[in-house]
């Protein structure tokens, strides 16, 4: 069924349409199906260094850096969800984007709609938590201190550190594939069931532990459990090898 709105409420919608348009904080270019910019907002402005009059009729390939012009949004290149690449500011800065197209109707004419957001702060973010990860993959990993990480539900084997490899005689592969830790163990485990499901419980303990040779060693261990991805974990570090035979 069509609506008919009233000149006002037309005017009302014009004025909230044209109010989200002009402050959305991501920028929404309106092109042809031939590239070239009909319509810009204020934050395509700023994304690309240019005033309005300067964006208009200019073509899209125009403001992504060389390498990228082959991949611009056309006709033949709506975008099902969403996609990134980058766009270039007017004096030449690359600026990652994450990119949004529709196509709608403009002016009477077939257009594309196309939404592109700055995510410079999603890359720079991602790129420390990478770091982070690998800084603190470096500290477990070359750590002197045998060290593992294993899943409290299944007592799977999640990741092990080199010191532990050395202590045990496994290789990374061996401890991946090994059932539970119950592999290494050389005596009755009494662990208190409420070790299954809490999180930042501490338990110091002496255990048996039985290498890939069948030789026992005798361990003073700290087990540390704590919340890894949804799940409840456990790192256990070797602090003192007692005796070895």
Not at 85 to 99: F, L
Request: net charge neutral; glycine share 4%; charged share 30%.
């Amino acid at each position: 069924m069509r609506v008919l709105y009233s000149k006002y409420e037309l005017e009302e919608r014009e004025h909230l349409f044209r109010t989200v348009f002009e402050s959305s904080p991501d920028a929404i270019f309106v092109e042809d199906f031939e590239g070239n910019v009909l319509e810009a907002n204020p934050a395509a402005c700023r994304l690309h260094g240019l005033s309005r009059e300067q964006l208009l009729g200019k073509h899209v390939s125009e403001l992504v850096p060389d390498d990228h012009r082959d991949s611009v949004v056309g006709q033949a290149k709506l975008i099902e969800g969403e996609v990134e690449g980058y766009s270039q500011s007017s004096d030449g800065r690359r600026i990652p984007v994450a990119i949004r197209s529709s196509p709608i109707s403009y002016m009477g004419r077939n257009a594309i709609l196309l939404h592109v957001r700055d995510i410079t702060e999603n890359r720079r973010a991602q790129k420390a938590l990478r770091d982070s990860e690998e800084r603190y993959r470096l500290l477990f990993d070359r750590n002197p201190q045998p060290m593992w990480v294993h899943d409290l539900q299944t007592r799977r084997f999640l990741a092990v550190n080199q010191a532990a490899l050395r202590l045990y005689r496994y290789s990374q592969d061996e401890f991946a594939v090994m059932q539970n830790i119950d592999a290494i163990w050389n005596q009755p485990r009494t662990e208190s069931p409420i070790f299954l499901c809490l999180p930042n419980l501490v338990e110091v303990a002496t255990a048996k532990h039985r290498r890939k040779d069948g030789s026992v060693v005798i361990v003073e261990l700290t087990q540390h459990t704590m919340t890894l991805d949804d799940r409840v974990v456990a790192l256990v570090m070797i602090s003192k090898v007692m005796s070895c035979r």
